[in-house]
């Protein structure tokens, strides 16, 4: 389930691993989407979960997958990345512990695999 908040400002954290998804994880065309000024993004809802999934928009129907990596902590841990949008828009950037309640924690640019 997904949780309305506050809205807030994106990232530059967020603002690099969405653009790095754009730029090395493509899993369809995404040049509609490089257009957009990300860091104008605003996170308006997060996962109840406790992961550090960010939502862009509230409605995410007929949202399709722009990018899929995967991440490995120093630690070990690993998570997985998906983006979606649609419409020229990214709409959400998923983060899911490949370890339920492991990690909880975005991935720097380093951590991050394509596929």
Not at 33 to 57: H, M, N, P, W
Not at 88 to 97: A, S
Request: proline share 6%; aromatic share 6%.
């Amino acid at each position: 389930m997904k949780r309305t908040i506050e809205p807030r400002p994106v990232t530059p954290e967020e603002v690099a691993i969405v653009r790095w998804l754009l730029d090395n994880a493509p899993v369809c065309d995404v040049a509609a989407y490089r257009d957009q000024k990300l860091e104008e993004l605003r996170v308006v809802e997060i996962c109840d979960c406790g992961c550090v999934s960010a939502f862009f928009e509230s409605d995410n129907r007929g949202v399709k997958m722009l990018a899929d990596a995967t991440a490995e902590y120093p630690d070990g841990q690993r998570a997985g990345l998906v983006l979606f949008g649609k419409d020229g828009r990214v709409t959400w950037l998923e983060v899911h512990d490949w370890e339920p309640g492991s990690s909880r924690r975005m991935p720097a640019i380093e951590n991050l695999s394509a596929g």
